[in-house]
T-cell receptor, first 111, second 113 residues
Framework: GDSVTQMEGPVTLSEEAFLTINCTYT??????LFWYVQYPGEGLQLLLK?????DKGSNKGFEATYRKETTSFHLEKGSVQVSDSAVYFC??????????FGSGTRLLVRP | NAGVTQTPKFQVLKTGQSMTLQCAQD?????MSWYRQDPGMGLRLIHY???????DQGEVPNGYNVSRSTTEDFPLRLLSAAPSQTSVYFC????????????FGSGTRLTVV
């Protein structure tokens, strides 16, 4: 079945550092891809999405590009802030329109 | 504010007890779903519903029941709680099959002792 694999955390960075969180997927066809963010004590919020190959999703300085050839959707940000500390989930929407999540990556940004 | 409301936020149960986790949305969304979140495992789908009167099983349905008598409400029932059901539970909804706008509730943290 469809699945999502993302890098294990925690990822610890200093403020203003460059962030990459790797995400790869296995799916039949070309699913829509998502990044969700979960701040402490809260539910998940959609961060960005891409619906077809070579699309780039972006929001709040975060970016991810849908790479069909490498089945990847890596999350990047050029300069992280303390307020970006959260858990980040990569997900795909399968052919039945259900979301399938990766295991999540915790990001900790130190001042 | 419009959104997905989950109650309670926290609950402790004894093994064998039953309870219902409530989920309500006021956005007239057709699709609703329940996930559980466990450390290192991401979110796994328990049950989902594509509209009132229609429910189906997700990845981990055992030990849980759902019903959808109205568009707004989608309660999750634990019939006989087990320690393996200790988790954080999230309800989510979206409008229609083509919509990507999932809205998540703030979660219910359940501990079974």
């Amino acid at each position: 079945g469809d699945s999502v694999t993302q890098m294990e955390g925690p990822v610890t960075l200093s403020e203003e550092a460059f962030l990459t969180i790797n995400c790869t997927y296995t799916a039949t066809g070309y699913p829509s891809l998502f990044w969700y963010v979960q701040y402490p004590g809260e539910g998940l919020q959609l961060l960005l999405k891409a619906t077809k190959a070579d699309d780039k999703g972006s929001n709040k300085g975060f970016e991810a590009t849908y790479r069909k050839e490498t089945t990847s959707f890596h999350l990047e940000k050029g300069s992280v802030q303390v307020s970006d500390s959260a858990v980040y989930f990569c997900a795909l929407m399968d052919s039945s329109y259900k979301l399938i999540f990766g295991s999540g990556t915790r990001l900790l940004v130190r001042p | 504010n419009a959104g997905v409301t989950q109650t309670p936020k926290f609950q402790v149960l004894k093994t064998g007890q039953s309870m219902t986790l409530q989920c309500a949305q006021d956005m007239n969304h057709e699709y609703m779903s329940w996930y559980r979140q466990d450390p290192g495992m991401g979110l796994r789908l328990i049950h989902y519903s594509v509209g009132a009167g229609i429910t189906d099983q997700g990845e981990v349905p055992n030990g849980y029941n759902v019903s959808r008598s109205t568009t707004e409400d989608f309660p999750l029932r634990l019939l006989s709680a087990a320690p393996s059901q200790t988790s954080v539970y999230f309800c989510a909804s979206r409008q229609g099959l083509e919509s990507y706008g999932y809205t998540f509730g703030s979660g219910t943290r359940l501990t079974v002792v």
